[in-house]
């Protein structure tokens, strides 16, 4: 079996377990596991990331900044667009198939042994998510890396993430999203995300609602932990748009940083990377120390954000965001704008049952002059027709598809009709990926890349 094999096998064992979204308030069972293994998350230091929107794309930035500096760096993410590697990037790449299987091989005695003792005190067996938070620190264990990047996967204090120490806890802006898991208020959320602030760490955080920023300063404060907040010790200063992205003007903890270029597109990913910078400032200097300018330089203009505004097509225009909730959506209609140059939208949609389709379609409304509903490929997948009757309802022009791929093609029909027009293709992680996926079989991007 090659390697590659190998690491397939892995993933389908997991499949096999409960799903992601299947969690328990309860981190015992994933430190049972590590303990075992010598507790491999304690042989690096962490950058904690958590929040609703925007901590996937902090977390890139972070790790690219981090990189610069000459470190060797593991970050994980969750989800991932087509293929499962991707959520343990190690030195800025996918982990290896090798490395993976062999990580799987290291834990799966021990595995047995905690799911017998599961099913001896009558409890569920490990999870997907426990057990793929386990394989990343081993995997960076075994790299080894200096620093993780750890992207919880829902919450914080009970996110089997939170069985590491992070040095650095950073907050991205907190909403409302997993009500269901995290409580129906923005105060019950933060309290959740909350739990990652560890004794004596530093904190920072982007601007918050009200009451989410009075929870993380009592938290940081029973920590005896530092915290700063954008907008008052930190700050995006400017952003301008620049060919493939944007310029940004940065008032860092310890620096101020004019003019920098981020290839990323959308005010709320300046934002990001000023939240990143001062991560970044808090990890390698106690907040004290400014980033220096070519490795600063050199971080910022190596980030990637699969699946984040990602041009995906040419001719016409295509773009591919996740954006999976009303606070993403909204970002993206503001970037739609503000970003690019077209007079007309049309928008590929397709959102998971468990989110909140009406404040999506409410927030995407605006920008959209046609919308294309089609569904995930996912048993948690809305009904296409769902979509469109809450499209319809906005007095949208609206059409019905049975999949990515005819949506996608219908969209760029339409767009093809004129050069003020251009797609979007947003509502899910898994319909972001299936998108890329496409794009590239098909080529949307020929001739761009060549």
């Not at 993780?148 to 939170?162: A, H, K, Q, Y």
């Not at 007095?395 to 251009?422: I, M, N, Q, Y």
Request: proline share 4%; aromatic share 6%.
């Amino acid at each position: 079996m090659n390697d590659r094999a190998r690491a397939d096998a892995v993933y389908a064992t997991l499949l096999e377990r409960r799903g992601e979204r299947w969690v328990q308030p309860r981190v015992e069972r994933t430190a049972r596991v590590l303990e075992l293994l010598a507790d491999p998350q304690r042989t690096y230091r962490v950058v904690h990331v958590t929040g609703t929107n925007g901590k996937t794309s902090t977390s890139r930035i972070i790790e690219s900044l981090v990189r610069a500096h000459g470190l060797r760096t593991g970050l994980f993410t969750s989800p991932h667009l087509e293929r499962f590697t991707e959520r343990i990037m190690i030195d800025g790449e996918p982990v290896s198939d090798a490395a993976i299987a062999d990580a799987w091989d290291e834990i799966s005695p021990f595995v047995d042994l905690v799911d017998a003792q599961l099913e001896a005190a009558d409890d569920a067996p490990l999870t997907f998510f426990e057990l793929l938070t386990v394989l990343a620190f081993v995997a960076c264990a075994d790299a080894p890396v200096d620093v993780l990047v750890l992207e919880v996967g829902m919450g914080g204090s009970w996110d089997s993430t939170n069985t590491a120490d992070g040095d650095v806890a950073v907050f991205a802006p907190i909403d409302i999203d997993h009500a269901d898991r995290l409580g129906e208020t923005i105060r019950e959320i933060a309290s959740v995300k909350a739990g990652i602030i560890k004794d004596g760490a530093a904190v920072v955080s982007a601007k918050q609602d009200p009451a989410a920023e009075a929870v993380l300063r009592s938290a940081a404060a029973a920590r005896e932990a530092s915290i700063a907040f954008e907008g008052g010790e930190f700050a995006l200063t400017d952003d301008r748009l620049a060919v493939g992205g944007q310029l940004i003007s940065v008032r860092g903890l310890a620096g101020t940083y004019p003019e920098e270029y981020l290839p990323l597109y959308g005010a709320h990913q300046g934002a990001n990377a000023a939240l990143a910078i001062a991560a970044v400032e808090s990890l390698i200097g106690g907040g004290r120390q400014p980033i220096a300018g070519d490795i600063l330089a050199e971080g910022l203009s190596e980030v990637l954000s699969p699946g984040r505004l990602q041009l995906v097509g040419v001719a016409p225009t295509v773009l591919v965001d996740a954006a999976h909730n009303p606070h993403g959506a909204r970002a993206l209609a503001s970037a739609l704008t503000d970003s690019f140059d077209f007079d007309e939208w049309g928008v590929v949609l397709g959102v998971l049952g468990d989110k909140d389709a009406a404040g999506i379609v409410d927030a995407l409304a605006p920008r959209a002059a046609h919308v294309f509903a089609t569904a995930p490929d996912s048993d948690r997948a809305s009904d296409a027709d769902t979509i469109a009757d809450l499209a319809e309802a906005h007095g949208l022009a609206t059409t019905v598809h049975h999949d990515v791929a005819d949506a996608a093609a219908a969209a760029r029909e339409w767009a093809a009709a004129s050069d003020r027009r251009a797609v979007v293709i947003a509502g899910s992680v898994v319909l972001a990926g299936e998108a890329i996926a496409v794009a590239s079989a098909e080529g949307w991007k020929a001739g761009l890349d060549a």
